[in-house]
Nanobody, 123 residues
Framework: QEQLLESGGGLAQAGESLRLSCTAS????????LGWFRQAPGKEREFVAA????????YYADSVKGRFTISRDSAKNTVYLHLNYLKPDDTAVYYC????????????????WGQGTQVTVSS
């Protein structure tokens, strides 16, 4: 499988912002919707946001709507997740994934995952 490379995680205080990046191959970027999921310790992986393959459709979990924004740079084959107004509850490992089939908010609909990047938010 073609690799998804994530970067941009780190430490932040509540209320601050971070930007995560996910760089895909040109083929993956142009043919697959890309999504972001997160997993906190002891919890299941949960959907955060996704963007359709054409870049015209976006989807967000209710928990991040209005705070997080997904965007893309086609010249760089990169999807970004802008994390604004961070809360301690946003602390998790964030994963980028390529959508294969099915609902965008279902982890089982994705067949290619990045290695994850840690986001830690202190109060």
């Amino acid at each position: 499988q073609e690799q998804l490379l994530e970067s941009g995680g780190g430490l932040a205080q509540a209320g601050e912002s971070l930007r995560l990046s996910c760089t895909a191959s040109e083929r993956t970027f142009n043919n697959n919707a890309l999504g972001w999921f997160r997993q906190a310790p002891g919890k299941e992986r949960e959907f955060v946001a996704a963007m359709g393959w054409s870049g015209t459709s976006t989807y967000y979990a209710d928990s991040v709507k209005g705070r997080f924004t997904i965007s893309r740079d086609s010249a760089k084959n990169t999807v970004y997740l802008h994390l604004n107004y961070l809360k301690p509850d946003d602390t998790a490992v964030y994963y980028c994934a390529a959508h294969y089939f099915g609902s965008f908010n279902d982890a089982g609909s994705y067949n290619n995952w990045g290695q994850g990047t840690q986001v830690t938010v202190s109060s």
